[in-house]
């Protein structure tokens, strides 16, 4: 097969998160949030000790962004609210009615446009105040989110009908409360990253409750949340041992929240056994993965109405022997294997991303199995340059197309239930510890004029073809 058409009424989207794209930092009223803290103290955590202060100044140049939209002819957008923006403090005691404005037009425009938007509550973004009461580690962030997402759907929800609450708890969690890469910078390995997981799982469901007891029935919208997860292989195919790690692995990465969220409301059998085995024998009284009471479980299970992908990449996973467990206790640790890239993948822009477009077919089909047929939104998938980008940037372009058709493999031939794919991202934007030297726009944005002009690479220009023909044609 070397080309296909898409399901009619397939979503065809690009994405973009806040703290990415809009600067205006302290504009208007906006509170600060836990990015502008950490990049304002320097200290080398991010390239060259950039910041989001500017970014692509989408915050007064959005409607150079909805020309790029435009000109892609999307039919979907994908974009996260600043939550310190809209309450400077992170809850409802204040709200800033210039945020308020600044989103009303933007979403108007977009419907103006028949642009469909899909709306990401929190992107990596939390307001510092919320952080300086423990953030996602402490209990009273969920309330306090709760809070922001139903303020969300009475101010927003009567045009917006699809929500993300969280995106990809997984680095949320593990990036900034394990390995301190991502603000607050906090290590506490072994612990940070299940706790904070813990929050942000029971945050996300009492966001859909709000919404589904309170909002549903007028509204007529639908809650999710935006999984990442890597496809994974054993490294050897025929080693018991690797393939015990794969699962491991995709257990550790997928399934810790996929099925409490989509499955019964709790973390997997092998997350739990493994990490409270670990815990008896560091002479703990408790596991280091807490748990969620039955009350709890139940509010969990069947928070998701739709299944948000974020796909970038696969691994090779190896299992790794009490001798060749790391010593510090995140990631690779509790869950026994590490993974790993084939030498021979082509690496996209930036050193962890290795391209395997059939990754994502296989992955799709695995949680087709796993979690009950749903209906998917591949809500990121892209790859890289590095700084300075090709215009032409033909060999990325024909990542895309691969990815495009694994894509369209597993809903012709898999049938899987894919409704739409948004490229991340619509523009070059600031990429978090890599600030701009990493370039995942379909339009290049120049950070050196005050201007920030965007022009198409030519990945748009081909990617607007198959948005419009709703169709790949792969030679
Ligand atoms: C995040 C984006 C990020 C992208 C590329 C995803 O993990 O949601 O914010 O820019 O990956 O690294």
Not at 273 to 292: A, V
Request: aromatic share 14%; with cysteine.
């Amino acid at each position: 097969m070397d080309s296909g058409k898409f399901p009619d009424s397939f979503a065809w989207g690009a994405a973009t998160a806040a703290y990415q794209i809009e600067g205006g930092w302290d504009a208007d009223g906006k509170g600060p949030n836990v990015w502008d803290t950490f990049t304002h103290q320097g200290g080398d955590r991010v390239y060259k000790n950039q910041t989001g202060d500017v970014a692509c100044g989408s915050y007064t140049l959005w409607e150079e962004d909805l020309k790029c939209i435009k000109q892609l002819g999307l039919t979907h957008y994908r974009f996260s609210l600043s939550w310190s923006r809209l309450l400077p403090d992170g809850t409802t005691g204040f709200i800033n009615q210039k945020g308020i404005n600044y989103y009303n037009k933007l979403i108007d425009s977009l419907l103006e446009m028949s642009v469909t938007p899909l709306v990401t509550l929190y992107h990596f973004d939390l307001p510092q105040p919320v952080e300086d009461q423990g953030g996602w580690l402490s209990e009273k962030t969920v309330e306090i989110f709760e809070q922001y997402a139903e303020f969300c759907y009475a101010t927003f929800g009567d045009r917006i009908k699809h929500w993300i609450t969280i995106n990809e708890p997984y680095f949320a969690s593990r990036l900034s409360y394990e390995s301190g890469i991502f603000p607050p910078g906090k290590e506490l390995i072994g612990t940070g990253a299940y706790r904070a997981a813990h929050n942000m799982i029971k945050a996300h469901a009492k966001a859909w409750h709000i919404y589904n007891t309170s909002f549903k029935n007028k509204q007529q919208g639908r809650v999710s949340i935006a999984l990442d997860s890597d496809w994974a292989e054993p490294l050897d195919p025929n080693s018991l041992a690797d393939k015990e790690g794969t699962e491991r692995y995709m257990h550790f990465r997928l399934h810790w929240f996929a099925n409490p969220i989509f499955i019964d409301g709790d973390y997997p059998e092998i997350m739990k056994s493994i990490i409270s085995q670990k815990s008896k024998e560091e002479g703990l009284t408790c596991s280091r993965l807490p748990e969620f009471t039955e009350e709890e479980k139940a509010m969990i299970k069947g928070t998701a109405d739709f299944f948000c992908l974020n796909y970038y990449t696969t691994r090779k996973v190896k299992t790794l022997s009490s001798e060749t467990l790391p010593s510090k206790r995140y990631g690779n640790s509790d869950m026994g294997a590490e993974g790993i890239t084939e030498p021979n993948w082509p690496i996209a822009g930036v050193e962890w991303l290795a391209v395997v477009p059939w990754g994502i077919r296989k992955l799709l089909a695995y949680i087709k199995h796993c979690f009950g047929n749903p209906e998917i939104f591949i809500t990121e998938n892209g790859f890289a340059q590095t700084d300075p980008p090709a215009l032409q940037d033909v060999h990325r372009w024909g990542y895309f197309q691969e990815t495009l058709m694994e894509v369209l493999k597993a809903i012709k031939q898999d049938g899987v239930n894919v409704k739409g794919y948004f490229a991340w991202s619509l523009l070059d934007n600031f990429e978090w510890s890599f600030g701009y030297s990493v370039r995942f726009g379909l339009f290049h944005v120049d950070f050196e004029q005050a201007n920030l002009p965007r022009t198409p690479y030519y990945s748009a220009n081909e990617y607007a073809k198959v948005v419009k023909g709703n169709e790949l044609i792969y030679k």
